[in-house]
């Protein structure tokens, strides 16, 4: 499964970007997918907070959704701290 994701806001508004393929478990990408698509609450109102812009695409399908520091689910909130440790 391909992902992009991309992190704005913040205290000092320097935006991050991360895109990549990854081969997961069945069961693994079937959480991602249905984590993505929860309705969440709006939460604009943190100051200095971070959005996440996530979006994964299977080949047949893109699934995206937005996110703040309130309403990242945490099985998305651990893939995308691993895809940073990945990047450094």
């Known amino acids: 499964m ?6 704005e806001g913040g ?3 320097i935006p991050k970007q ?10 693994v990408e079937k959480n991602m997918l249905e984590a ?7 939460h604009s109102h943190l100051r200095d907070g971070f959005t996440y812009t996530v979006k994964f695409s299977d080949g047949k399908e893109v ?7 309130s309403n990242l689910p945490e099985n ?3 893939f995308i701290t691993d895809v940073q440790k990945k990047s450094h």
């Open 76 to 78: 998305l909130r651990r």
């Open 2 to 7: 391909k992902y992009q994701i991309n992190i």
């Open 18 to 27: 991360f895109e990549g393929e990854l081969k997961l478990d069945k069961e």
């Open 36 to 42: 993505l698509s929860v309705t969440h609450e709006d």
């Open 11 to 13: 205290f000092t508004g």
């Open 63 to 69: 699934y995206e959704s937005q996110f703040n520091e």
